[in-house]
């Protein structure tokens, strides 16, 4: 194809970015698709530099540290057909101008929803075999436990509660597979059939939190999932019982999360906090009964590229006038995450 038929991109996101998610053969694959230039990122829809680039774009590559799509970065684009994100979720990104103007979008949500399953599975195995309890009394005592001590550890038939089939969710349902777990699921766009097909047998949020030892959080951050597990419900965990949160800090009270675990009745493996990161004096940095990690279960290093990789297949398709494989449409927000 002439360079002149070439659909105009534009990449919009934090640069430090783009060296990981586009390396060199990703890039070079990209610039035979689209007329882009790797050397103009764009962070700020109202810079001149911007206004200017954007005239031309028929395609923006987006990302982590892309701003807002406003009515105003829209009318300085008028020939903006699809937005390509290399991220996960849209939400920050997108609004009512970019649907209202049938703008395409498609999210490389998927390639960000392995690598989140992948740390929500490890984080099940390791708190199975209670190995954070262990490594810390192992640090005090240097002694191995006695058989008492690990007469209520294992994997064998312990109930993984999975709140939410949205893409991690469905993913880590699937490498949940193979083991001997029994999968319990709540969404309420599922129902029994589907929940069956998927390895999980559903419940309502209420009897998944009794009946879970390992409850993991996979919900969408909107409206109706705020603080979704609230003192009560927090309270209808079983003692001993271990919270996973990979998904966002606003889903969980953590006022009354912090209560439970200082008191020590429940674990907690928490990616994301509200607010993110803690304050320094927060008490779950120090708790033995909490492993905190700083939001890493979402790609990192070199696992961005695999969302470059989506993003420029994507874009390949889009050339040979082919439908988008990860578009994205208004009605999915109320389930991805």
Known sequence: MPSAQLPGAVFAMD??????????PLLARLRRTAE???ALVVRDFTSPAAASALAGADVLITGWGCPHLSTEALA???????VLHAAGSIRSLVGEPLWSRGVTVSSAVTGNALPVAEYTLAMILLAGKDAFTHRERFRRTRVHPAPEETAATGNLGRRVGVIGASRVGRRLLELLRPYDFEVLLHDPYVDAAEAAELG??????????????IVSLHAPDIPETQHMLDRARLAL?????????TSRGALVDHAALTDE????????ILDVTEPEPLPADSPLYRLPNVFLTPHIAGSLGNELE????I???????????????????????????
Do not use: C, K, Q, Y
């Open 76 to 82: 300085a684009a008028p020939r903006l057909r699809t």
């Open 237 to 245: 965990v079983r003692d001993g019982g271990v919270l996973i949160n």
């Open 261 to 268: 675990l200082v008191a020590g009745r429940l674990h907690a």
């Open 36 to 38: 882009i230039d790797p």
């Open 200 to 213: 999980a047998r559903l419940l309502s949020l209420e009897d998944l939190l009794r009946h879970s030892d």
């Open 311 to 337: 993003v420029v297949e994507e874009l390949e398709r889009l050339a040979a006038g082919l439908p988008l494989a990860h578009e994205v449409r208004r009605a999915d927000l109320a389930r991805v995450a």
């Open 306 to 309: 695999r969302l470059g990789r």
């Open 15 to 24: 640069p430090v970015h783009l060296p990981l998610l586009f390396p060199a």
